[in-house]
């Protein structure tokens, strides 16, 4: 029976409205009600298929496909139909069709700003900057309203690093569409990357009054300083940080994705020098309760281990590359034993293996390597399909994905290791991996973790390279003349308290300077030269920043500094690992927390004891030893030369994590 012109109407509106709720599954129920009447109706074809492509179902999308063709056949002249398949096909990675579809839009009407937006984003995807910027410059053109395109500018020019651009493209995004959400939440994104705190929360604030969002109300509590002014700014931090998230555990916060509505970790939190185990515990409890389903159980968890020759062990990071994670475990992937284990490399990207050492290295050591799908959800059973004994988290905490994957039991054992070296308070991980020359006496109440402590470096670390040819002080821009101390740490470690160290060397030593490196985001190095300005601004021009290196120049300028500086509370990795290589002497300040003893670690199992204080004041004075004695520092360069072999491929440390690994699976087994 045929519908009356009114019941149609009413069935368009009420699929309208279902379909721009995101309700996709009750819209196409409608539009088929509408195609049953009008079987030939090219628009209610477009629809369905719309529909059906923005539920997300891959298993459907050549149904969608089919469905947007034929309202095309009907209407080939109708370019909304065109941009629509275009998008669709842009979803399913066929990009040349998306591509030839936008351009066939643009030829039937150069008037919809949609050709120009889908196409620029399109561009985006591809890696063609300039080209993206073009379609959204003509998207502008021809509807200078489109907020979306200003908001896609800025994020153009935030991913470059240039965000006083991005910013000028967000606010005048903002202007256009005050109400919407959009431009407010990225304003708040950069604000927060560039290290303005209060600005990136106050915009945070104001998305949240536009709608709810509990995935921001959580960013907003990650939302911490990079550069702090002094101690008292680090306590108010944290008292701030800690009655928001517990009033946040007494909200009913609900998620539906963390990796996405959040999109953030705890990072930096562990910059403080404070213990975090309480923080990261509770931050775990609140975002298990928002979002159940991280914690996701493998099916061969909740069975019986079924024995077999090898241990069956996956390696997780984000980072296999030339990284610090990279460095620390390419060695250890490479080295284990291949009777004893089956070893699975999961990666979160592709990696470039023709170009990049150490992806290569990794890749080629695992008996399968498995790109992991974008979302977390289906990560998880990605992972689980593989049936794995142990799984081992190099790092948790720098990466959104890798993060949340931890909440779940993907393997009968869990543990992490110190690429990022904080606690990830994380029910589901079962051991911290460590040293017993990184830990103190009570280190096992840093950590959510059952703590295991080697005896050895945590790390199989490889010979370093050292270039044959290296830049002089003059290549590097640097005084022939005076004593150079390098810090060669990333600044967001420059806890206030190095403000007192480095002040009080360069007064002792007038002719002394320290190199530093500026920090990945120019914003951040604009904080600590104003720190400096404030607190010590009579040797403040002493403090020499220069700007980022390449790996080979990063050991030129290592290897022309005299003396190295550790940050206090949390020690080099890798950098220290290459200074040591140079038989550089490094100044460490071994504090309460594994990760600012890192570097007294290395020390201790070289057998140095030398240049690690115990305080700040003694830091200094050995700083100041090693600059007035040099007969001193060259002795402690000859003993770092003479016992830095432990150091490096020590297989040893190789032993040590499979009998680690096999133990505790001997364990499980046994209590079956």
Request: proline letters at 4%; charged letters at 20%.
């Amino acid at each position: 029976m045929a519908l009356l012109s009114n019941q149609i109407s009413k069935l368009i509106l009420d699929a309208s409205v279902l379909h721009n709720s995101n309700s996709f599954g009750e819209a196409e129920k409608i539009y088929r009600v509408l195609l049953e009447n009008d079987p030939d109706n090219a628009h209610y074809l477009n629809l369905l298929g719309t529909s059906i492509a923005q539920a997300g179902d891959p298993i459907r999308s050549l149904e969608a496909v089919d469905l947007m063709k034929r309202s095309i056949k009907i209407l080939p002249d109708y370019a909304p139909y065109q941009i629509n398949l275009g998008v669709l096909l842009q979803d399913l990675g066929e990009f040349e069709r998306a591509k030839y579809q936008y351009e066939l839009a643009i030829l039937l009407d150069k008037k919809n700003s949609n050709s120009y937006y889908n196409y620029g984003k399109l561009f985006k995807q591809l890696g063609l900057i300039e080209e993206a910027l073009s379609m959204y410059k003509q998207t502008l053109l021809v509807d200078p309203n489109r907020h979306d395109a200003l908001v896609n500018i800025g994020n153009i020019f935030h991913d470059m690093g240039d965000y006083q651009r991005a910013i000028k493209f967000f606010n005048l995004s903002f202007k256009i569409a005050p109400e919407s959400s959009l431009s407010i939440i990225n304003l708040a994104n950069t604000y927060r990357k560039i290290g303005k705190t209060r600005t990136a929360i106050s915009y945070y604030q104001k998305a949240l009054g536009i709608s709810r969002h509990d995935g921001l109300r959580i960013k907003m509590l990650l939302t911490v300083p990079i550069i702090y002014k002094d101690r008292e700014h680090i306590s108010a931090t944290r008292n701030y940080f800690l009655t928001n998230l517990n009033s946040l555990l007494r909200a009913q916060l609900k998620l539906l994705d963390p990796s996405l509505e959040i999109a953030s970790t705890n990072f930096f939190l562990a910059y403080q020098g404070e213990s975090d185990c309480l923080i990261q515990k509770k931050i775990a409890d609140l975002l298990l309760k928002a979002c159940p389903k991280l914690n996701f159980i493998a099916p061969h968890c909740k069975s019986i281990i079924a024995r077999s020759k090898k241990i069956k062990i996956g390696f997780l990071s984000a980072y296999f590359r030339q990284h610090s994670v990279g460095k620390l475990m390419q060695g250890l992937i490479s080295s284990i034993s291949q009777e004893k284990f089956e070893v699975i490399v999961f990666v979160t990207d592709e990696l470039d293996i023709e170009n990049d050492l150490i992806s290569r290295k990794i890749c080629d050591s695992a008996n399968k390597l498995v790109r992991l799908p974008d979302s977390t959800f289906e990560s998880q059973s990605t992972i689980a399909s593989e049936s794995l004994d142990i799984l081992f988290y190099p790092d948790i905490g720098m990466d959104i994905r890798t993060y949340f994957l931890a909440f779940s039991r993907l393997a009968h054992i869990q543990c992490v290791t110190w690429g990022h070296p904080d606690t990830t308070g994380i029910p589901n991980i079962d051991f911290f991996i460590s040293s017993i020359f990184t830990e103190p006496a009570s280190g096992s109440e840093h950590y959510s973790e059952k703590l295991f402590k080697l005896n050895t470096l945590p790390t199989f670390y490889l010979p370093i390279q050292i270039p044959k040819k290296m830049k002089n002080r003059y290549e590097l821009g640097l005084s022939s003349s005076c004593l150079i101390y390098l810090c060669p740490q990333n600044i967001i470690k420059y806890h206030p308290d190095i403000d007192i160290i480095f002040a009080s060397i360069l007064r002792n030593l007038p002719s002394a300077n320290i190199v530093v490196l500026g920090g990945i985001v120019n914003e951040w190095t604009s904080k600590l030269i104003k720190r400096w300005a404030e607190n010590i601004s009579d040797v403040a021009d002493r403090i020499i920043i220069v700007s980022r290196q390449s790996p080979q120049d990063f050991m030129s300028l290592q290897s022309a500094a005299d003396i190295v500086l550790d940050t206090p509370y949390f020690s080099g990795g890798n950098t220290s690992l290459e200074s040591f290589a140079l038989g550089k002497p490094i100044v460490t300040l071994q504090s309460n927390l594994m990760r600012g003893r890192v570097t007294a670690g290395m020390y201790k199992a070289m057998g140095i004891d030398d240049c690690i204080a115990h305080n700040i004041e003694q830091y200094i004075k050995i700083a100041i030893k090693l600059a007035d004695d040099k007969q001193f520092r060259d002795e402690i360069k000859e003993k770092i030369l003479k016992s830095k072999y432990i150091l490096f491929e020590n297989t040893e440390v190789i032993k040590e994590f499979e009998k680690f690994f096999i133990s505790e699976f001997n364990k499980v087994i046994s209590t079956q």
